[in-house]
């Protein structure tokens, strides 16, 4: 680990420093109070709380007797139903020696005095009754739409109660079961009278249940799912408390300065801080999840009967080997904020949104359907989440883990050398070093402050999609395309003063340029609409989303042209100016025409603000901006989006949808990609001479 | 052996003294939100030789620690390059940093170890022959008396005690070197005093010392050879008497403002002929 | 003691310059209004998407199964199981290591073995369903739990057919529809949602408004040194500690209320995307508006007491959070006791702090106003301000805590003062 191959490990230098470290830390009550001691206790005090509650609500229930009124011409019948359902359900349960609070809580009692129906709706509402219990006559039509004649033909029997009052749902529910319970035991009477000779459990009937899976792996599967979700968190939380005061805090208190001018080397000073938080990180989330552990173990948590986590040696090991790299990872990425904060204050500032984007990886344990043979290996953070679910559920596929293992280690191994490479910089001593552009400002300073903009515009498009008045359509065409994505790129251009027709690459391509675009646009619609198939499957999306989706995108009140407009002419303007004109430009001044188009890409999927859209919208973005680039203009990729979404605007009016087969999408593809190698080929030479025109603007 | 110096030095007798640290047109160039591209320090050039105290001279703000920081490598040079024993600090960092001891005012004590664990650790990540450490540390607690309060953690210390501990520190791994930069900033008369007993007793060591102030009277008590530093620039470098010699001035104080002032001339003279000729350009 | 008069054009004065510099303060401004602001909307956001993508993958993934043994008069399962989308029929021969091998390893989700049952003349080839699966397996289970029901269903129409042909009648068999009509209205079932959701989340929010302006009042001040400048201002010291107060409480407030308005803006939007549940139309609730002020405001000056008692001690920013942090803790336990949602406000949790005015909250907007309990909920809570407040100005009271003795540590405060020792001069 250390640099020394002279010496002993435990004598080199980098390996002093972590024990003088360990022992500080040790020294401090208030740090390892609040590290170590607050939480062990915090933890069951909230599981008693949850549990005291939930027996006080269960006691609420047992004690409460909800009031019901029946109204109607029917009403017998509703009485003699519900009593036959009370009676059976309590049948079953002296059978089947139930105890507990079941689903038929809580107790009925009618309300004799209450018999018209607009009293007893009356008395719903003052939350005098709970539920209203409407009797109506054969005939009545159902609220819901699809009841066909033939069901007319037998009495209605409505439960009327109040979905924002918890008392009145629950007893409506109560209600519900005791009137279906009721039905079923008339059924049963009625088929016994005519001959029925066997028990209804014996016709027809799931026999014996074979569980394969024994008791602990049911319980690792399911506490499985969220293990690395509780691991992560207390890694961070514990890392947190040394980083926050390793390098931000040394800051602080001046004692970096004598660390940095001693003669340890950097890389053993950073490697014995990610050594450090490791250990304590680890340190702390064992300690929370043995202590979660004991709880269960004690019976003071109460899981059930079923609970029962075993681990075997090997899946013990197995742990190891893929806990350690997360812990070096989430290290690395902590000394790494630390190194970069002024002071405590600022660390943690930082630290939170770093936070919450791990935990949101490591939720991936709750995507059951996932499995870890697949891209998620290549994820980090992802794939130990459901490596560890199914090692814990007794699925070890050593294949799938070694490869997790292996992407662990190498992501915390560039993790920890990211780390080193940015905290060797002086920057660590002085402060942010600024440089020139800086003071400079305008043009100079905007390849360096475009992020921040997009960053700006993404906060203001997702809190536009989630608030009210601006989630309709017209509201998101009028925030989105016209003030964020034309008025942002507009501000921009003013504020940095920057050339226009430069950044926004305005001007004519090659007349070559537009037939390929002509033909490569519906090809892509073809194969974009096969990708989305075959990504439906691996990232299937709820049948309701869709359907939501495409009527917020193609309200059915709009016109085709306000359609069109709306969603093909303004996007093309205003996104293309974004995305391809003033992000791409500030982009690849800074980093190169790669990164330029990936990034870009990335930024453009992002503010779509939807996770079943992401890998759409980036490919079609590295396309664009790869055109921009290439074709040193903007109207090609303007047309292409043109053409793209005025084509998906009409495919979708017209209740078109076309399923592709392999053979087409293959075709469509390869069209597709023919386009793009003709935009390629014919602007090969005219970019060159571009080049030679204004150097500087390529060697950037 | 003494705490002083841990191996036993010979002076060459006769001959030259060996240049130790050898700063060669250093300069450091950074960029300030409010002031732009700020060039703290500009090409600074001085040798300093065994068994020396050079004095770094200069104004709050003149480029000493700037200077002092990048002979410590803490900072890289913009442009030029220094070396320390023998080492550029643009090479080896490592070794520089391991030649060296440096001691500021605003550096600070882990609190929560004791005065022998900072010892300890100072002489360990040094590089320090960890068999020698144990008997390297007695000897300067010794030597700076911390013993009664030796397993003390630094916290409970007060600012006399912790000022002789963090001396120790510097001294920890018997450096050749030594960077005192503003020292005495914030310390009594006493103290201040005992840290000049400190720096004359490592020059009859044999040590290089470079001593960065602007406290005229330490510097004139204390240096062998004074660099006086202004606006990032070394205006001039010689032993005290050669620098009575030049200017004709007796007292230090005097010589300072004799050459601090040029350069404000100098300076402003630039800047007016500067405008006037742009003025001129205006105009024509 | 003349000194402890409260000057009012003194405190303003403190307290308009202590609004200011925490505008100013980056740290401040994310923490006590953008993420109350943003941070809901996102975490929500985030959870919603996890939720319709979890639930999308469990209705798109077919539940295959093996069907062995079933016999020939009751061919209709099959047909049945072959025409539903949600289950997928595996023959055994296409599951190489044999069906129960297959569910272990996740080839099959479940093996149904038929095998005959006791004769019924209801029904021909009347039989049971062994089942097998692997319950470790999320797809396996659903896939029994699927298999369970649509076989419930099969014999239920098989019966009913059996019934029919026997003259059991349809009328007798169906005998009554039952549906549920809920007569809430969609702004009232937004304002229940709301109500479940935004008064814990209030209180979270203002107690974490309070934490930074609490801690960079007094502890911060410290470490940049300003605080000594501060104490040899010719203002009383009771006016200092007043408009620090104040100020403390004016963020934690205002925390509570953005969150509040970002909440209501954003639900509904969100809860749509969910896509199926209740319609619901979540808005904010503007009559309840004052009362829901009027309790944040008691809140934020019970804790922003609380918290610069505990941070006034520290000497450094992070030593003050490591004690604020415990008392947040505190302050959190109360709300998760009312988190059952069928609790409201009575007499008895009208007296318990904190809790009382999330379920106060609760009610407001969900348009139930009691005006006893709100009186009581209001007078319990203002007391539990005012008895922090109290111990804040004994403690105040010690010069030596206004110069940072006692190490950071409270308990230091009360081991040697309750020691009967006099008190030192209370105010310059």
């Given at each position: 680990m250390f640099a020394d191959a002279s010496r002993s490990w435990w004598r080199a230098p980098g390996f002093a420093l972590l024990i003088a470290e360990l022992r500080q830390l040790l020294r401090d009550p208030r740090t390892v109070f609040a590290a170590l001691v607050l939480p062990t206790l915090v933890v069951p005090a909230l599981f008693w709380i949850q549990s005291w509650s939930l027996e006080q609500a269960e006691e609420r229930l047992e004690a409460r007797v909800a009031r019901y009124a029946v109204a109607g011409p029917e009403t017998e019948l509703a009485r003699a139903l519900l009593a036959a359902g009370t009676e059976r359900l309590e049948q079953r349960a002296s059978n089947e020696e139930v105890s507990g609070v079941d689903a038929s809580m809580p107790r009925l009692e009618e309300a004799q005095d209450v018999t018209a129906l607009g009293d007893a709706l009356a008395a719903l509402d003052d939350a005098a009754l709970d539920v209203v219990l409407n009797a109506l006559p054969a005939g009545t039509p159902g609220l819901e739409d699809d009841d066909i004649d033939s069901a007319l033909e037998v009495p209605l029997l409505r439960i009327v109660y109040r979905g924002d009052d918890e008392a009145s749902s629950s007893a409506a529910s109560a209600v519900r079961i005791r009137l279906e319970a009721g039905r079923a035991a008339r059924r049963v009477a009625?088929?016994?009278?005519?001959?029925?000779?066997?028990?209804?459990?014996?016709?027809?009937?799931?026999?014996?249940?074979?569980?394969?899976?024994?008791?602990?792996?049911?319980?690792?599967?399911?506490?499985?799912?969220?293990?690395?979700?509780?691991?992560?968190?207390?890694?961070?939380?514990?890392?947190?408390?040394?980083?926050?005061?390793?390098?931000?805090?040394?800051?602080?208190?001046?004692?970096?300065?004598?660390?940095?001018?001693?003669?340890?080397?950097?890389?053993?000073?950073?490697?014995?801080?990610?050594?450090?938080?490791?250990?304590?990180?680890?340190?702390?989330?064992?300690?929370?999840?043995?202590?979660?552990?004991?709880?269960?173990?004690?019976?003071?948590?109460?899981?059930?009967?079923?609970?029962?986590?075993?681990?075997?040696?090997?899946?013990?090991?197995?742990?190891?080997?893929?806990?350690?790299?997360?812990?070096?990872?989430?290290?690395?990425?902590?000394?790494?904020?630390?190194?970069?904060?002024?002071?405590?204050?600022?660390?943690?500032?930082?630290?939170?949104?770093?936070?919450?984007?791990?935990?949101?990886?490591?939720?991936?344990?709750?995507?059951?359907?996932?499995?870890?043979?697949?891209?998620?290996?290549?994820?980090?953070?992802?794939?130990?989440?459901?490596?560890?679910?199914?090692?814990?559920?007794?699925?070890?596929?050593?294949?799938?883990?070694?490869?997790?293992?292996?992407?662990?280690?190498?992501?915390?191994?560039?993790?920890?050398?990211?780390?080193?490479?940015?905290?060797?910089?002086?920057?660590?001593?002085?402060?942010?070093?600024?440089?020139?552009?800086?003071?400079?400002?305008?043009?100079?300073?905007?390849?360096?402050?475009?992020?921040?903009?997009?960053?700006?515009?993404?906060?203001?498009?997702?809190?536009?999609?989630?608030?009210?008045?601006?989630?309709?359509?017209?509201?998101?065409?009028?925030?989105?395309?016209?003030?964020?994505?034309?008025?942002?790129?507009?501000?921009?251009?003013?504020?940095?003063?920057?050339?226009?027709?430069?950044?926004?690459?305005?001007?004519?391509?090659?007349?070559?340029?537009?037939?390929?675009?002509?033909?490569?646009?519906?090809?892509?619609?073809?194969?974009?609409?096969?990708?989305?198939?075959?990504?439906?499957?691996?990232?299937?999306?709820?049948d309701a989303m869709i359907e939501m989706f495409t009527r917020s995108l193609l309200p059915d009140d709009l016109a085709l042209w306000q359609i069109l407009l709306a969603i093909a002419v303004l996007p093309a303007i205003s996104e293309e100016i974004a995305f391809r004109g003033v992000l791409l430009d500030g982009l690849r001044r800074r980093h190169g025409a790669f990164v330029a188009c990936v990034g870009s890409a990335v930024v453009f999927a992002l503010v779509h603000v939807s996770l079943f859209r992401l890998v759409p919208t980036f490919l079609l973005g590295v396309l664009f901006a790869a055109i921009t680039l290439r074709t040193r203009s903007l109207w090609p990729a303007m047309a292409w989006h043109l053409l793209n979404n005025g084509l998906f605007v009409m495919l979708a009016r017209s209740g078109f949808e076309p399923t592709v087969s392999v053979a087409g999408a293959v075709v469509a593809w390869l069209v597709a990609a023919a386009c793009v190698a003709w935009i390629w080929r014919s602007t090969s030479r005219r970019s060159v001479q571009d080049a030679q025109a204004s150097p500087d603007r390529i060697s950037r | 052996m003494t705490a002083m110096s841990d191996t036993a030095t010979t002076e060459p007798a006769g001959s030259e003294p060996e240049v130790v640290v050898h700063a060669d047109g250093l300069s450091k160039t950074f960029y300030d939100a409010g002031r732009g591209a700020v060039e703290a320090v500009r090409d600074v050039s001085f040798r300093a030789h065994r068994g020396e105290v050079f004095g770094l001279l200069g104004a709050n703000g003149a480029g000493k620690t700037t200077t002092m920081r990048m002979l410590s490598t803490v900072l890289t040079p913009s442009a030029g390059d220094a070396r320390v024993a023998g080492v550029s600090v643009r090479e080896d960092a490592r070794a520089v940093r391991r030649s060296l001891g440096f001691f500021s005012a605003s550096t600070a004590l882990y609190p929560r170890l004791t005065a022998r664990e900072t010892l300890e650790l100072f002489a360990r990540i040094n590089g320090f022959p960890s068999e020698r450490v144990a008997a390297r540390v007695d000897a300067l607690i010794e030597r700076f008396e911390i013993g009664p309060f030796a397993k003390a953690r630094i916290e409970t210390l007060s600012s006399g005690m912790k000022q002789r501990v963090s001396i120790a520190r510097t001294l920890a791994h018997d450096p050749p070197v030594l960077i005192f930069d503003e020292p005495t900033v914030g310390l009594d008369v006493l103290s201040a005093l005992a840290l000049q007993d400190v720096v004359r007793e490592l020059r009859a060591a044999g040590k290089t010392i470079l001593f960065s102030t602007h406290i005229l009277s330490e510097a004139e008590k204390l240096c062998d050879r004074i660099a006086i530093i202004h606006a990032g620039e070394v205006l001039v470098d010689d032993t005290l008497d050669g620098l009575r010699a030049r200017t004709g001035a007796h007292y230090l104080e005097d010589i300072f403002v004799h050459y601090v002032r040029d350069a404000d001339e100098g300076a402003r003279r630039a800047l007016e002929e500067r405008t006037a000729r742009e003025l001129a350009a205006l105009e024509g | 003691m003349k000194s402890r008069r409260i000057s009012w054009p003194e405190i303003g004065l403190l307290y308009r310059s202590e609004v200011r510099a925490a505008l100013r303060e980056r740290g401040i401004v994310v923490q006590s209004l953008l993420v109350p602001l943003a941070l809901y909307p996102v975490i929500l956001w985030l959870l919603f998407t996890a939720m319709t993508f979890v639930r999308g993958q469990q209705d798109a993934a077919p539940s295959r199964l093996v069907l062995d043994g079933l016999p020939a008069a009751q061919a209709e399962l099959r047909t049945r199981l072959a025409d539903d989308e949600r289950f997928e029929l595996v023959e055994i021969g296409e599951v190489q290591s044999g069906a129960v091998d297959g569910v272990r390893e996740g080839a099959v989700d479940l093996v149904v073995h038929l095998r005959a049952a006791a004769a019924s003349t209801f029904i021909a080839d009347n039989f049971v369903a062994d089942l097998t699966y692997d319950a470790a397996r999320e797809r396996s289970a659903t896939a029994r739990q699927r298999f369970e029901a649509e076989l419930e269903t099969y014999r239920s129409e098989r019966l009913e057919a059996a019934g029919l042909q026997r003259g059991v009648g349809a009328d007798t068999w169906r005998q009554v529809r039952i549906e549920r009509e809920s007569t809430a209205s969609d702004v009232e079932m937004g304002a229940y949602v709301l109500g479940l959701i935004v008064p814990m989340l209030m209180v979270l929010m203002i107690a974490m408004g309070c934490v930074m302006p609490a801690i960079d009042t007094t502890a911060g001040e410290r470490e940049r040194s300003t605080w000594e400048t501060l104490l040899t201002m010719g203002v009383a010291r009771t006016s200092i500690v007043a408009a620090k107060y104040l100020y403390v409480a004016t963020f934690g407030t205002l925390a509570g209320l953005l969150n509040l308005v970002a909440l209501s803006l954003s639900l509904g939007a969100l809860l749509s995307a969910l896509g199926g549940g209740d319609a619901l139309e979540v808005r904010l609730p503007l009559a309840a508006l004052p009362l829901i002020a009027l309790g944040s405001v008691l809140l934020a000056l019970f804790i922003a007491a609380g918290m610069m008692l505990l941070a006034a001690f520290a000497r450094s920013f992070k030593e003050a959070q490591s004690m604020t942090g415990p008392f947040l803790l505190l302050v959190m336990l109360p709300v998760f006791l009312t988190m059952a949602p069928d609790l409201h406000l009575d007499a008895r949790w009208a007296l318990v702090p904190i809790a009382n005015v999330v379920l106060l909250f609760r009610d407001a907007i969900g348009g139930v106003y009691h005006p006893g309990l709100i009186a009581l909920v209001l007078g319990a809570q203002a007391l539990a301000a005012a008895l922090v407040v109290q111990l804040a100005r004994w403690v105040f009271g010690f010069e030596d805590v206004f110069t940072g003795s006692y190490a950071g540590s409270l308990f230091r405060l009360l081991k040697q003062r309750l020691r009967a020792r006099p008190r030192i001069g209370s105010t310059p």
């Open positions: 009625a088929l016994e009278a005519v001959g029925l000779d066997l028990p209804l459990t014996d016709i027809v009937a799931v026999g014996e249940r074979h569980d394969l899976a024994t008791v602990a792996e049911r319980s690792g599967a399911l506490y499985g799912r969220g293990a690395v979700l509780v691991v992560v968190f207390f890694l961070f939380v514990g890392g947190s408390v040394v980083a926050a005061d390793t390098l931000a805090g040394e800051k602080e208190r001046g004692t970096l300065e004598s660390l940095l001018t001693s003669g340890l080397e950097r890389r053993q000073l950073v490697l014995a801080k990610v050594a450090l938080v490791t250990l304590v990180g680890l340190f702390i989330a064992l300690v929370q999840v043995l202590n979660l552990w004991l709880y269960v173990g004690l019976r003071l948590v109460d899981l059930g009967d079923d609970f029962a986590l075993r681990l075997t040696p090997g899946a013990a090991l197995w742990l190891l080997v893929l806990l350690v790299p997360l812990a070096v990872l989430i290290a690395a990425v902590l000394l790494w904020i630390s190194g970069r904060s002024t002071g405590t204050k600022d660390f943690q500032l930082r630290f939170f949104p770093a936070f919450l984007i791990t935990l949101a990886f490591a939720a991936a344990g709750f995507l059951t359907a996932l499995p870890l043979r697949s891209a998620l290996v290549l994820v980090p953070v992802a794939n130990v989440a459901v490596g560890v679910r199914e090692l814990l559920a007794g699925r070890i596929d050593a294949l799938a883990l070694a490869a997790t293992a292996v992407v662990s280690s190498v992501a915390a191994a560039f993790a920890v050398r990211a780390t080193l490479r940015d905290l060797g910089d002086e920057r660590l001593v002085t402060g942010a070093a600024r440089d020139h552009a800086d003071h400079a400002g305008g043009a100079a300073l905007f390849p360096r402050h475009v992020l921040r903009w997009y960053a700006g515009f993404w906060v203001v498009v997702f809190l536009g999609s989630t608030m009210a008045p601006f989630a309709s359509f017209g509201g998101q065409v009028a925030l989105n395309l016209v003030l964020v994505f034309l008025g942002g790129p507009l501000l921009i251009l003013r504020l940095y003063r920057l050339d226009v027709r430069q950044t926004l690459f305005w001007r004519p391509p090659r007349a070559a340029v537009w037939p390929a675009v002509a033909l490569g646009a519906p090809a892509m619609v073809v194969a974009m609409s096969a990708l989305t198939e075959w990504l439906g499957r691996l990232l299937p999306m709820p | - | -």
